[in-house]
């Protein structure tokens, strides 16, 4: 299992996600540009001594990422507010890999187009999103679930 962030915006936000992802024992993409400077003193300090425990790999734009994840097989579902199939309702795989957006606008319409699958996590009506590191959380967590949280303890 492996969670992807696009070019994200907000420091703290990312180095939740990567926090959260090295106790989970998933890998992490991180695919630039972000809206910060993502050097890696940056990331440890995002991420404080949590980086150690992460497999982190950089991707220099989508096209290069995606070109990866395709040859090596990994279906991409995407976290959005556009889709219709709620989180919980996927069957996932663990080589799937997980996609949250820009805190500031989600992805653009070239990466809808080149997922496998979108999720969305149902919200009461009006209300516009959860926090992408919150999302990305629950998502990972039922993903884990399902797949009986290969190679992790307890």
């Known amino acids: 299992m492996r969670l992807a962030l ?12 990567m926090r ?7 890998a992490v ?14 990331l440890r300090r995002a991420g404080l001594d949590y980086l150690d425990a992460l ?10 990422f995606d070109e990866a994840r395709r040859a090596a097989g990994a279906r ?6 556009r889709a219709a199939v709620p989180y919980t309702a996927l069957a996932y ?9 820009r805190e500031s606008a989600g992805v653009p319409d070239a990466v809808h187009a080149a ?3 979108g999720i969305t996590i149902p919200m009461r009506a009006g209300l516009r999103s959860l926090n992408v590191a919150v999302s990305a959380a629950m998502i990972l967590g039922e993903a884990l679930r399902q797949t009986g949280f290969p190679g992790r303890a307890g």
Request: aromatic share 4%; glycine share 6%.
């Open 55 to 64: 497999e982190l790999t950089r991707h220099v734009s989508f096209a290069a």
């Open 29 to 42: 993409d991180l695919i630039e540009p972000a809206g910060f400077d993502a050097s890696d003193r940056n």
């Open 76 to 81: 991409l579902i995407l976290a959005t507010t």
């Open 115 to 117: 997922v496998d699958a």
């Open 6 to 17: 696009y070019q994200p915006d907000i420091p703290q936000n990312a180095g939740t996600m």
């Open 93 to 101: 795989r663990p080589t799937d890999i997980v996609m949250v957006g």
């Open 20 to 26: 959260t992802a090295a106790c989970l024992g998933v």
